[in-house]
Structure formats: C-alpha cells, structure tokens
C-alpha cells in the first residue's frame, strides 16, 4: 500500500472532486484505502483496525451511511476515466451474491445465486463493466431487492417489509427484475456520453426478449 499510497490518493482526488465538503473527499480516499487493504472483512469496524491513525471508525461509518453525497455523479467520473483506460470493446451485464448469515442485511433474502450454484439466504447485486481484451471495471451496480422486500409485491414478507426503514431504503425503491436493473445501467452509462456497442450478458438476462430488445 505504501507504494501505491500517492497514485490512490490523487485518483482519489479526481474521482472524488464532486464531493461538496472537504472532509467527504478525506474520508472518501481513506474508505477506498481500506477496502484496499488486507483482510477478508471489509465492514468499517475491521478496516478501521487496519488503517492506523487514519482508523477512525465513527467518521467512516457517518461517510457511507448518513453523509450525503449523490453515487451516480462518482460513478460517472469513474466511468469516464475507465474508458479513456480501457477504450472499451463491449458492456458487460452480470449478477453476484453475497453469501449472509443473518437477515438483517438490506436485502438479504433465500435466492439463487450462481456464486454459491444454489438457493441460499444472501443478496444479489447486478453490475455492469466496461470491458475490453486487456482490461475491465465496474462502472455500474445495483443492490436487486427481492419482491419478499416490496410491500406492493404479492411475495411480500412482512418481517423483511418492515426492516426496510433500519436498513434505509427509499420509500419509492420497489422490486425491478435484474433485466430491468441492466437496461437502466446501460441508459444511464450512454448519458455520460459513452457509447459501447456491444453487449454481453449470460442468459440468465438473454432468456428475457425485453432485455433483448431493449
């Protein structure tokens, strides 16, 4: 990490240049340092530990859960500085678990996820890339909340629909089919201004003809 500590730092600086208050960008650039550093945890009391005098849990844990700061506009600077990296070839659609133990997790529900090959109790996230023979980045991610999470859904579980208020998901965030969530990705990546003009998904997206088709 020391090696690198002055290359993250000033990429730090530029992806997080929208931030509106100087202590976001601090605190920004030391969360990134964390979940860079060793350890198979990476919740903020762990990687506080591990960051030394940089370590304090109480203003990481304030930066990811109640600073307010818009992801979208983070996402698009990223994204910006990935295709001049990359110089893209294709879109990239894919979908991974994380594996949980509890239910307390916004989300988390029993569910198949290819990265454990059966139903089990974790949540998914959908996530696109920029992707070229050589290279490729996350540019894009959605949390998919489950249809036992939305209480307009006729699979709504009551105990799940009532943590949504702890676990501070939006009134207005219902359940949308990973399809869905990968088409409003794409839109979302080409009103940066990139424009990819391949796209590549497993079937688990291709079987669905309006994914196909948008």
């Known amino acids: 990490m020391a090696v690198v500590r002055g290359e993250l730092e000033a990429f730090a600086e530029e992806v997080f240049e929208p931030f509106a208050r100087n202590d ?3 605190w920004g650039q030391v969360y990134l340092r964390g979940l860079l550093t060793d350890g198979r945890r990476k919740s903020v009391e762990p990687m506080a530990a591990r960051l030394g005098e940089d370590g304090n849990r109480q203003a990481l844990a304030h930066f990811i859960t109640t600073s307010p700061w818009d ?6 600077r990223l994204a910006w500085k990935m295709e001049a990296a990359i110089r893209p070839a294709a879109l990239v659609f894919d979908d991974t678990g994380f594996l949980k ?18 139903v089990t ?5 959908v996530s696109l890339h920029l992707a070229s023979d050589h290279a490729s980045a996350a540019v894009g991610w ?6 036992t999470w939305d209480p307009a859904s006729p699979k709504a579980d009551p105990d799940k ?3 949504r208020t702890a676990c501070g ?3 207005d965030v219902g359940h949308v089919e990973k399809w869905q969530l990968a088409l409003d990705m794409a839109d979302e990546v080409r009103s940066w201004g990139i424009e990819v003009p391949l796209a590549i998904a497993d079937a688990g997206y291709g079987d669905a003809a309006a994914f196909r088709l948008g």
């Open 24 to 26: 976001q960008r601090r």
């Open 71 to 76: 992801p979208a506009h983070i996402r698009a």
């Open 101 to 118: 133990d509890g239910t307390a997790s916004a989300c988390v529900s029993r569910q198949y996820t290819g990265t454990a090959g059966k």
């Open 121 to 125: 109790n974790c949540q998914v996230g």
């Open 142 to 147: 959605r949390l998919f909340l489950p249809g």
């Open 161 to 163: 629909v009532a943590r």
């Open 169 to 171: 998901i939006p009134e």
